[in-house]
């Protein structure tokens, strides 16, 4: 999860700077989906997901058909 921090503190340093309109969008959107991808992490930590099959890791999941 420190990983995580960091690079989302390094994503706030860079928005915060001097960015056209499309980098700051593209880095903003980087930032929610990073903090949204934590908390993902965290609830599933905290309902002790142990395997692939239990629902709440299985709701995360996307599918796609062709």
Do not use: P
């Not at 960091?6 to 700051?24: A, D, F």
């Not at 993902?40 to 629902?55: A, G, M, P, R």
């Amino acid at each position: 999860m420190d990983e995580c921090n960091e690079e989302i503190q390094t994503l706030v340093r860079l928005v915060r700077g001097k960015l056209t309109s499309l980098e700051r969008k593209s880095i903003g959107a980087l930032i929610v989906i990073n903090v949204h991808g934590i908390n993902i992490v965290e609830s599933l930590i905290d309902v002790k997901i142990n395997t692939t099959n239990d629902f709440d890791w299985e709701k995360e999941l996307r599918y796609y058909w062709d």
